[in-house]
């Protein structure tokens, strides 16, 4: 049996309730002094087949105190136990392990792996065992079988006065609620013990944190959990006091609280006066409540301390029904909007210290409102973080696998607290640089979380403790924000993502109104700016014009043609200026996706050619003879290619590689969009709302549907989309998004398909949808205007919020 004990890699909290037993005062007699787990079992062969098969065990096994255990423990599977026995995880020396077993009487057994001794002490016969894995001690006295990994333990036991001796009077009252079967006991003096010693530390245990855990391991589809009780004494300054006999209501800070967090610790109450209560009985001492603090427990019901990556805030949850009770503008010296939410800037913070250990001691001068939850904070960008996740959906109560998890959780309780796989990676920092790379490598997208959830009773808890284990189904689709960027002044184009070849992720480009151009990493941080001659006509593409996997973008202003690399310095020759306007958006062409680039300049009736290094294409001419009115496009259709564009004469242009016409096209026809290439047609729509199509080869044209004259349409090879507000039809199949005011939907081609993103200016939602016109998970997010998408390693997707950049990962 060498698994036995991994149960504690995860628990760092714990708590159940059984039916009271009689106890067997000559088990629980003889436990070692300084013990600090023990076990109750008749069957080791489960408990090792539980742990032994556990993912979550197996990606802490090489830890250097599991290996320690392990090896403490190895003699257990020599014992073939059908008795009630306990095993004992006991401290000897500065900080070595010790395991031992106490159970009834035991006839040794030799075997050819074994080699024996008899050590004499205090007129007693101590038979030493020494196997290929370790030696251990073991004696059959005064009717019970001991047997550890340590000779001390049994020589101390030896001089135990049994009759006198009692263990551990806490112990012995939470031991009777036990049954035969296997349970574990944990000392819960110190909070913090099971972590640190499973960091390689030995914590003392006379801390006041609580008596002991009582847990059994439920067998149901998550990583780990177990159902248990803690005691503790309202007679002494105990952690767990501060919780007894509260009125417990519904958790709800789940709502709330991003995925990112890093630790949530919520109390709920349906008296706030209990708290208070409690509060002076744990310090001795009258506490004296500020009046603003008063009446914000009084008409709430939750209250949560919540640890994001980089900031704190305390959530109050509003009873039932309950309006908002503040009038914020009053108490209120500023207040700005974050995606329509209002932030309120506090006249007099909420001072927290008089109801410290509850809560930290501090000052909160920011508040916003969302929904039944009041957020505090002393950072004005914390509330903004709550509201981003709210809106995106990536709260806890949004994930599928959230919901799972409750499913084993109370609705309601007095303390819940939940770590992050984050937070305990942040406590493993300063273990050993073997330990630290063992629990480095736990996934957080497997194990994101620990949920520990209390239910206080007259000096005991109910306990339940989950790990939920994470389905990659569960996440797949899952949105997220990853930066932002508050431009200090108007953004005039963009966002525009840009692929960033050093790091396999996308930045983010966009100007402002003084025509610089600013790229961003995907965390918003800045990475350069550049000041333009003018505006940025169309997009900006993106080209690989060295064929070594770096990137370049190429635009176009009113007049000159950019080329900068991922640093922002100009290519070769460029910019290049001209003299007269440029009318149309850049076309960028790549004939033989060989990577040999051909700029396209559209000035009024003419086109100029250049390639990379800047210089004219000469052996492109094009006749000039009225305006072009749509931006240039290059087509494939078999082995042909096309430039095509519509004029200002409503004729519609069809031209070689060289500019020559390749297919002449007789009929007229006034477009209202761009050209696009779909199921090798050329295709558009008219002023009379008619789609048409042309054939490139031919030269015919041919009419479908009937359209609004404000229809759009974009377009890839495969996917053909035509959008009137709200009503979208893609490739002949209808969709409706709900009723609002949409922006001009746009198709891309990323990696893993064709996905269709779209904003919605009233709401302020940006959908993304796949090409079947459904929305994806966890969509749509929180956008006013414009949207990009790329994919690299991730799919990102970029939108405006006013002047500030927003960035997800979708």
């Not at 006295?141 to 036991?157: N, R």
């Not at 209808?734 to 779209?758: C, M, N, R, W």
Request: net charge neutral; glycine share 4%.
């Amino acid at each position: 049996m060498r698994h036995f004990l991994v149960f504690i890699i995860i628990i760092l909290t714990i708590t159940g309730c059984k039916e009271d037993q009689v106890i067997n005062h000559d088990l629980i007699n003889r436990i070692p002094t300084d013990s600090k787990v023990i076990v109750h079992t008749d069957n080791l062969e489960d408990l090792d087949q539980f742990f032994s098969t556990s993912p979550l065990y197996q990606g802490v096994a090489n830890l250097s105190r599991v290996k320690e255990l392990k090896a403490a423990a190895s003699f257990l599977k020599y014992y073939d136990l059908e008795d009630d026995s306990l095993i004992a995880l006991s401290m000897q020396g500065k900080n070595e392990v010790v395991i031992t077993l106490i159970t009834s009487p035991i006839e040794q057994v030799n075997d050819s792996t074994s080699v024996t001794s008899l050590i004499n002490y205090n007129n007693e016969e101590i038979i030493k065992t020494q196997k290929p894995d370790g030696a251990y001690f073991a004696i059959n006295h005064k009717g019970m079988h001991l047997a550890s990994s340590s000779q001390l333990v049994i020589e101390s036991l030896i001089r135990r006065n049994v009759d006198d001796y009692v263990f551990d009077d806490g112990f012995k009252k939470i031991y009777k609620r036990t049954k035969s079967g296997n349970t574990f006991f944990v000392k819960a003096t110190e909070k913090k013990w099971l972590e640190q010693f499973l960091l390689g530390k030995n914590i003392n245990d006379n801390g006041n944190h609580a008596q002991w855990y009582q847990l059994e391991v439920q067998p149901n589809d998550v990583a780990l959990q177990l159902d248990g009780v803690i005691t503790y004494r309202d007679s002494v300054r105990m952690d767990h006091d501060l919780y007894n006999n509260i009125q417990s209501t519904e958790n709800r800070i789940q709502e709330i609280v991003p995925v990112s967090l890093r630790s949530v610790k919520s109390v709920t109450y349906k008296k706030p006066s209990q708290l208070v209560d409690n509060l002076r009985r744990f310090h001795s001492n009258d506490v004296k409540v500020g009046s603003q603090l008063m009446e914000i427990l009084d008409n709430t019901q939750e209250m949560s301390e919540v640890y994001l990556e980089k900031t704190n805030a305390l959530v109050f949850t509003l009873k039932p029904y309950e309006a908002i009770f503040m009038n914020l503008d009053s108490l209120s010296t500023a207040k700005f909007t974050y995606r329509d939410q209002v932030v309120y800037e506090l006249t007099n913070p909420v001072k927290t210290a008089a109801i410290q250990p509850l809560v930290m001691a501090r000052e909160y001068k920011y508040v916003t409102v969302i929904e039944e939850h009041l957020i505090f904070s002393n950072s004005s960008t914390t509330p903004e973080e709550f509201i981003s996740n709210f809106q995106n959906k990536t709260v806890l109560s949004e994930q599928s696998w959230w919901e799972n998890t409750s499913e084993y959780l109370s609705s309601s309780s007095s303390l819940l607290k939940i770590t992050s796989l984050k937070e305990f990676k942040n406590i493993a920092s300063k273990s050993s640089k073997n330990d630290l790379k063992v629990i480095e490598k736990l996934n957080e997208d497997d194990y994101p979380l620990m949920v520990s959830q209390y239910v206080h009773e007259d000096e005991y808890a109910h306990y339940h403790m989950l790990i939920p284990i994470v389905n990659s189904n569960d996440v797949e689709q899952q949105v997220s924000q990853v930066g932002t960027y508050k431009s200090p002044k108007k953004i005039v184009a963009g966002p525009f993502l840009f692929p960033n070849h050093l790091n396999k992720k996308h930045d983010v480009a966009f100007q402002d109104e003084d025509f610089t151009l600013h790229l961003l990493s995907d965390t918003g941080v800045k990475w350069w700016s550049k000041k333009l001659d003018g505006l940025i006509l169309g997009n900006i593409e993106v080209t690989d014009a060295y064929k070594n996997g770096r990137k370049q973008m190429v635009f176009a202003t009113g007049s000159s043609v950019y080329f900068l690399d991922r640093n922002g310095k100009d290519v070769n020759a460029y910019p290049k200026r001209f003299k007269d306007a440029i009318t149309q958006p850049l076309s960028v062409f790549d004939y033989d996706n060989k990577r040999d680039y051909r700029f396209l300049v559209t000035q009024g009736e003419e086109l100029v050619m250049l390639d990379r290094d800047g210089k004219m294409v000469t052996g492109f001419k094009y006749k000039k003879d009225a305006a072009i009115k749509t931006q240039p496009k290059h087509i494939r259709v078999g082995k042909k290619d096309y430039i095509t564009f519509a004029k200002a004469d409503n004729s519609i242009a069809l031209l070689n590689r060289t500019g020559g016409v390749r297919t002449k096209v007789k009929e007229k026809v006034k477009l209202t969009s761009q050209i696009f290439l779909y199921r090798n047609k050329a295709i558009a729509l008219t002023e009379s709302g008619k789609l048409m199509e042309l054939d490139p080869v031919k030269g015919t044209l041919k009419y479908t549907g009937s359209y609004h004259k404000d229809a759009g349409l974009d377009a890839t090879s495969s996917i053909k989309l035509i959008q009137d507000n709200n009503n979208i039809t893609i490739n002949n199949k209808k969709i409706t998004l709900p009723y609002g005011t949409y922006l001009a939907a746009q198709v891309e081609h990323l990696s893993s398909g064709d996905f269709i993103h779209v904003v919605e200016t009233g709401e302020h939602r940006v959908y993304v949808l796949n090409k079947d016109g459904e929305v994806l998970s966890s969509l749509p997010v929180y956008g006013k205007s414009q949207s990009d998408v790329a994919q690299s390693k991730n799919r990102y997707l970029s939108t405006l919020d006013g002047d500030d950049v927003i960035i997800y990962k979708w």
